[in-house]
Structure formats: C-alpha cells, structure tokens
C-alpha cells in the first residue's frame, strides 16, 4: 500500500516562497504520474502542477494557467519525492494542497492521495 505525506505548507507573505514536499511511501514506479492539486475552502479541488512520463526517459510537465512561470514541479525518483517549488506567492494561492500518483492522468480517487498541506499567504 502506497501512502503519500505532504510536508513543507505554512504561512507566508505574498511575494514569498515555499517549497512542499511529497514523500511517497510503499513502492511507486518511475513511470507514474506525479501530480499537485490544490482546494481553496468553499472550491472545487483544482490541478497544479503534473510530472507525467512521456516514454523517452523524460518527463512531461505542465501547470495551471495561474501557476505558470511561478511553479515548479519536480521529482526524485530515488527518494520516491516529488517536489512544488513555489514562487511569488499570491493570496489566492491560498489553499490546502494535496499530492497524487497515479498510472493514468489525471488521477481519479481510487489513485493515492495525500492528506494535504495547508498554504497560507498573506497580503
């Protein structure tokens, strides 16, 4: 059984930065898609950031609109670790944010999941 933990969520002022962190316990493959969610309270959970395997060796990224050019999603395969670099933090960066695995893509709910990490950014 695969668990994820989340780590590295706090308060911050905007303009800020925060590094999360997702430790992956149990045995995921290189091949899996890595991924960061995030849910604002009163809001539907929304995509991040995704880390997919693009079959040569190499990973496909790609991140939400709002994100772009502030965001960074990475991964330590050795670690079972993937990674959300996050820069020039907004107020409405605000939210818990949550890490999945998964085969496919997106990851569905019977995918793994963790518990969430909350970020706070302050104006």
């Known amino acids: 059984q695969v668990q994820l933990v989340e780590s590295g969520g706090g308060l911050v002022q905007a303009g800020g930065s925060l590094r999360l962190s997702c430790a992956a316990s149990?045995?995921?493959?290189?091949?899996?898609?890595k991924g960061w969610f995030r849910q604002a309270p009163g809001k539907e959970r929304e995509f991040v950031a995704g880390?997919?395997?693009?079959?040569?060796?190499?990973?496909?990224?790609d991140y939400a609109d709002s994100v772009k050019g502030r965001f960074t999603i990475s991964r330590d395969n050795e670690k079972n670790t993937v990674y959300l670099q996050m820069n020039s933090l907004k107020p409405e960066d605000t939210a818990v944010y949550y890490c999945?695995?998964?085969?496919?893509?997106?990851?569905?709910?019977?995918?793994?999941w963790g518990q969430g990490t909350q970020v706070t950014v302050s104006s």
């Open positions: 880390s997919r395997w693009s079959g040569s060796r190499a990973y496909y990224l």
């Open positions: 149990g045995r995921t493959f290189s091949t899996y898609a």
């Open positions: 999945a695995s998964s085969r496919g893509w997106p990851p569905g709910e019977d995918d793994y």
